[in-house]
């Protein structure tokens, strides 16, 4: 049974951990709003990226360029996995790595070679400890104050360059699409070839269709699109991926803080009982040494 000193330390250090999680959950919401609303601001300009590439890429003739078409080859692929640099915000990074990990497993099973990039601290701890022969570099953003287009162009170009050096043949890119406070979708994204959104299911246009002539050619304008493509997309992962951490952050320091709340209930509840029972305990030892005189 702890003394009353010990249960006192308990409820007070409990309080602190308290403190410290409010303050945190704080911090999160008021980053929450700047992060949401850059997310948002992005998908328009995304959205509409791929759409232009879908209208150029319906119209090319086959083979196209290496960034739209691929090299031909499905043996070697890029895992992009986009985490955090720091935890303490729930589920966030370990649902992103457990998609990155069933993804792993699956091309494994297949029989492909995986690389991994991390960029982010945090997936990069976690998916050491199964698959360090396969990371070939980390990108930390710890210095990253807030999030340009800059660094994802620089992230962009890389991955780009690595795919012309014939290092890989498919690069998927893994990060966490922002829903609302509760809820952030883990999302895999194919960044080479381009994925372009399908019309399958699009009603059929019936009469004639209307042509496009493009000025310069197709295959110039692909060939500055595509590149920026993948630098935009990036970019849009990684401001869904700051909203999603402080969402996520905001909602575990919140949860946290009703803990410490009911651990601070239960623990005092025990230290009024147990001080109460010494109080009686030594009312009855001065009551029997009073009856024995």
Same mark, same amino acid.
Request: charged residues 25%; glycine residues 6%; contains cysteine.
């Given at each position: 049974?702890?003394?009353?000193?010990?249960?006192?330390?308990?409820?007070?250090?409990?309080?602190? *951990?308290?403190?410290?999680?409010?303050?945190?959950?704080?911090?999160?919401?008021?980053?929450?709003?700047?992060?949401?609303?850059?997310?948002?601001?992005?998908?328009?300009?995304?959205?509409?990226?791929?759409?232009?590439?879908?209208?150029?890429?319906?119209?090319? *003739?086959?083979?196209?360029?290496?960034?739209?078409?691929?090299?031909?080859?499905?043996?070697?692929?890029?895992?992009?996995?986009?985490?955090?640099?720091?935890?303490?915000?729930?589920?966030?990074?370990?649902?992103?790595?457990?998609?990155?990990?069933?993804?792993?497993?699956?091309?494994?099973?297949?029989?492909? *070679?995986?690389?991994?990039?991390?960029? %982010?601290?945090?997936?990069?701890?976690?998916?050491?400890?199964?698959?360090?022969?396969?990371?070939?570099?980390?990108?930390?953003?710890?210095?990253?104050?807030?999030?340009?287009?800059?660094?994802?162009?620089?992230? %962009?170009?890389?991955?780009?360059?690595?795919?012309?050096?014939?290092?890989?043949?498919?690069?998927?890119?893994?990060?966490?699409?922002?829903?609302?406070?509760?809820?952030?979708?883990?999302?895999?994204?194919?960044?080479?070839?381009?994925?372009?959104?399908?019309?399958?299911?699009?009603?059929?246009?019936?009469?004639?269709?209307?042509?496009?002539?493009?000025?310069?050619?197709?295959?110039?304008?692909?060939?500055?699109?595509?590149?920026?493509?993948?630098?935009?997309?990036?970019?849009?992962?990684?401001?869904?991926?700051?909203?999603?951490?402080?969402?996520?952050?905001?909602?575990?320091?919140?949860?946290? *803080?009703?803990?410490?709340?009911?651990?601070?209930?239960?623990?005092?509840?025990?230290?009024?009982?147990?001080?109460?029972?010494?109080?009686?305990?030594?009312?009855?030892?001065?009551?029997?040494?009073?009856?024995?005189?």
């Amino acid at each position: 049974m702890p003394s009353l000193k010990d249960l006192r330390n308990r409820i007070s250090s409990v309080k602190a *951990t308290q403190k410290i999680t409010k303050a945190m959950q704080m911090v999160a919401a008021a980053k929450l709003r700047r992060a949401q609303s850059a997310a948002e601001a992005a998908r328009p300009y995304a959205e509409r990226m791929e759409s232009v590439l879908a209208n150029l890429a319906s119209s090319v *003739t086959a083979g196209g360029p290496p960034l739209l078409a691929g090299n031909g080859k499905d043996e070697t692929h890029l895992l992009v996995v986009a985490t955090a640099e720091r935890g303490l915000c729930g589920a966030f990074n370990s649902s992103i790595v457990r998609l990155a990990r069933e993804h792993i497993a699956r091309l494994q099973d297949q029989g492909k *070679t995986v690389k991994i990039l991390c960029v %982010g601290k945090k997936g990069f701890e976690q998916l050491r400890r199964q698959y360090e022969r396969n990371i070939i570099e980390v990108i930390e953003l710890r210095g990253v104050k807030q999030m340009g287009f800059d660094t994802a162009d620089e992230i %962009g170009k890389k991955i780009i360059r690595m795919f012309e050096e014939g290092d890989f043949d498919v690069a998927t890119l893994f990060f966490s699409r922002f829903k609302s406070v509760i809820a952030q979708i883990p999302t895999a994204q194919q960044l080479i070839p381009a994925q372009i959104p399908s019309n399958e299911n699009a009603a059929p246009i019936e009469g004639p269709q209307a042509s496009y002539e493009y000025e310069p050619g197709q295959d110039e304008i692909l060939s500055t699109l595509l590149p920026r493509n993948i630098s935009v997309q990036v970019f849009r992962a990684l401001l869904e991926n700051a909203a999603s951490e402080q969402g996520a952050r905001m909602s575990a320091m919140d949860n946290a *803080t009703r803990n410490a709340g009911d651990m601070i209930k239960k623990q005092t509840t025990i230290y009024n009982r147990s001080r109460q029972a010494m109080i009686t305990k030594e009312l009855i030892e001065i009551i029997s040494g009073a009856e024995a005189l």
